[in-house]
């Protein structure tokens, strides 16, 4: 029992498997105006005697009129097919409302003419379906497939736009176009109502659903204001023509252009100007604005070899320099390329480059149209010499006897040398040692010895005028200033005499109204000051010796008058010191805080403080003058202890070490025998 009713559950779940009716739609594919046969099927479980059937095309393709035929399920059924818009409607009814034979198998089929438009369409058809009765039948759908095969072109470039170009030149533009289709597509030609131009490499093959470069290629034989041009592409697309607008502005290359030009500070030029041109040019015009280091030349301005018969003339109003060439016969240069004109200019300026600019610019044809399609500047470089020096020189402080005398250095930094032509001094008693003119290398240097000599003490100063070649520094003008003084110096010298030592205190002056002299003397030796003599150049004067105490006088030197002491040169007085040689040989006297006053009390006094050392002969240690063995023996008495009469401490150190020892008595007789 349980087997039984197993058997018959399966047997009802096969059943509501199978339950339903189904009409399904066949696929089809082909080219533009193709004709194709689309099937309807119906698979169904109940009862069926008519089927209303909608299927959308969406413009893929139309119904080929009569072309409905029922299918062998056909059971005395007739059919009937029409389009309602985009739309196919089929129709299957009996007028016996008998049902289709068996219940699975073709309903139907028709034919349809496929459209232009390539693509890949879904056919979704709508049924209906009713029984004998006229009862709705439930049904459901399967859908198909239509395939337009066809390349489809499009463009994605909408205008080719050139631009300026010159004539005679080849230039390319690309059109991108894309193959919206489903098959390849070949561009067999493209079509130009201007025949400037052209598409060179054809055919081209787009494959489907990509985009490619079509390379469109410019050639302009004559100048235009502007051209538009239709490009037509043709090709195996449904879509037909392509077209699209390409615009250019073709012109003729006429240029004006300045040619570089370089030389040296102070000397002239010449500039060119040089022309390329592709039309029958018969004059010209331009305006610089000349740099203030680029000087015009009057009358330079010379028509060219090329144009020959032409006048060439030049205008200036301040720095704005215009030039002028023009035919009087309108006659064409020769050529169409060259220089049409040059004119100089002088070169006034330092180092560098400095550019000449065109403006305004006219290149005329025949009809006094302007046919300029361009002009450059250049550059005219000046190597010029660069003059660095100081702006003063101290010839310091000389004595009025001597010429006073200084270096002034001058450097070239400049990029050729440097010539100083002449050097001029605003007073007289100054010159420069060297020949002149006087040339320096570009990275060198030289120097200007400038001396001076005068009479006269005190400050001076003048102007030194340095004339160079310098573009920008003609004269360098150079403060020059120092000192002179009168040399009025003392002198002192020392003698022995019996009982002690003489000191003699001279003076060479320049000055010749001194009256008076103030001294320190300092003498730290076992000496006594016994007396003064004065000189005969101190007839008038008094000389009055001051103790200061510790071996330190004053030492003044005066008239009541005022007198002048006489001469310029040699002893004024001459001081007595008592004393034995070994209290003061070896010594030093110093006189510092000197005063040599004028008749107007002024100081004039230029020397130093002076400075004495009493002499002493080496090894003459008992002061006799003489190096002996008197003085050895001296000496070893000394070292021992005992008492010597007469012992001159710095002759006894033979050895300079501050000591005295056995090695002094060694060099002593050395001495003696000249062996030291």
Aim: overall charge negative.
């Amino acid at each position: 029992m349980k087997k039984i009713l197993l058997i018959l559950l399966c047997m009802s779940m096969s059943m509501l498997a199978r339950a339903g009716n189904v009409v399904s739609v066949s696929s089809a594919q082909g080219q533009p105006g193709d004709e194709v046969t689309l099937t309807l099927s119906l698979l169904n479980d109940d009862a069926v005697s008519a089927a209303e059937v909608v299927i959308p095309l969406a413009g893929a393709a139309t119904l080929v009129d009569g072309s409905a035929t029922m299918g062998d399920r056909a059971n005395g059924h007739a059919i009937s097919a029409a389009m309602a818009g985009n739309d196919l409607h089929v129709y299957i009814y009996s007028m016996s409302l008998t049902s289709l034979d068996s219940n699975q198998g073709e309903l139907c089929s028709v034919r349809l003419l496929l459209a232009r438009k390539p693509g890949t369409y879904t056919l979704t058809p709508q049924v209906m379906l009713s029984d004998a009765a006229g009862h709705e039948v439930a049904s459901s759908s399967q859908q198909g497939q239509l395939t337009v095969l066809a390349p489809d072109l499009a463009l994605v470039t909408t205008e080719v736009d050139f631009g300026r170009v010159p004539i005679r030149g080849t230039y390319t533009r690309n059109v991108q176009v894309r193959n919206t289709g489903n098959e390849p597509c070949t561009i067999n030609e493209v079509q130009f109502d201007d025949t400037d131009f052209s598409v060179d490499q054809l055919p081209i093959v787009v494959a489907a659903g990509s985009t490619q470069n079509v390379t469109v290629t410019y050639r302009p034989v004559n100048r235009s204001p502007g051209v538009k041009s239709w490009m037509t592409i043709l090709s195996d697309a449904m879509s037909g023509k392509r077209k699209l607008f390409v615009n250019a502005i073709p012109y003729s290359v006429n240029e004006l252009r300045v040619q570089r030009a370089q030389g040296v500070a102070n000397t002239e030029v010449e500039v060119a100007l040089k022309v390329n041109n592709m039309e029958p040019l018969v004059g010209m015009q331009c305006t610089f604005t000349l740099p203030q280091q680029l000087d015009y030349v009057a009358g330079s301005v010379t028509a060219a070899a090329r144009a020959t018969g032409s006048t060439a003339f030049a205008s200036l109003d301040g720095r704005k320099l215009t030039l002028y060439l023009y035919s009087p016969t309108n006659t064409p240069w020769d050529g169409e390329d060259g220089v049409a004109l040059t004119f100089r200019v002088l070169l006034n300026g330092t180092s560098g480059s400095y550019r000449l600019n065109p403006t305004d610019v006219v290149l005329s044809n025949a009809t006094q149209e302007n046919m300029t399609s361009a002009s450059y500047s250049e550059y005219v470089t000046i190597d010029a010499p660069k003059f660095n020096g100081a702006s003063t020189l101290d010839l310091g402080v000389t004595p009025v006897t001597e010429a006073a005398q200084a270096t002034y250095t001058i450097r070239n930094t400049g990029r050729t040398p440097l010539t100083i032509d002449r050097v001029v001094f605003l007073a007289d008693g100054y010159e420069v040692v060297e020949d002149l003119p006087m040339v320096i290398n570009n990275g060198g240097s030289a120097n200007l010895t400038v001396r001076h000599t005068t009479d006269r003490e005190g400050s001076y100063s003048t102007t030194m005028n340095i004339y160079t070649d310098d573009p920008t520094q003609r004269m360098k003008a150079v403060a020059v200033s120092g000192e002179t003084f009168a040399p009025n110096t003392l002198t002192l010298e020392g003698e022995r005499v019996d009982g002690g030592y003489d000191l003699h205190l001279g003076m060479n002056n320049w000055s010749q109204d001194l009256t008076a002299v103030q001294m320190d003397l300092h003498w730290p030796a076992q000496v006594t000051y016994a007396s003064v003599t004065n000189a005969t150049r101190l007839s008038g004067h008094q000389v009055m010796v001051i103790p200061l105490g510790d071996n330190n006088w004053r030492l003044l030197v005066y008239s009541m008058n005022n007198t002048v002491i006489a001469g310029t040169e040699g002893e004024l007085f001459t001081l007595h010191f008592t004393g034995g040689p070994a209290d003061y040989l070896g010594t030093t006297v110093t006189i510092d805080g000197i005063t040599v006053s004028d008749q107007r009390s002024v100081d004039k006094y230029s020397g130093t403080d002076l400075t004495y050392e009493v002499p002493f002969l080496l090894g003459d240690v008992n002061a006799d003058g003489r190096v002996t063995m008197a003085d050895v023996t001296t000496l070893i008495a000394y070292i021992y202890g005992n008492d010597v009469p007469v012992f001159v401490a710095k002759a006894a150190d033979t050895n300079f070490d501050t000591k005295f020892t056995m090695a002094d008595v060694t060099r002593i007789i050395a001495i003696i025998y000249n062996k030291l």
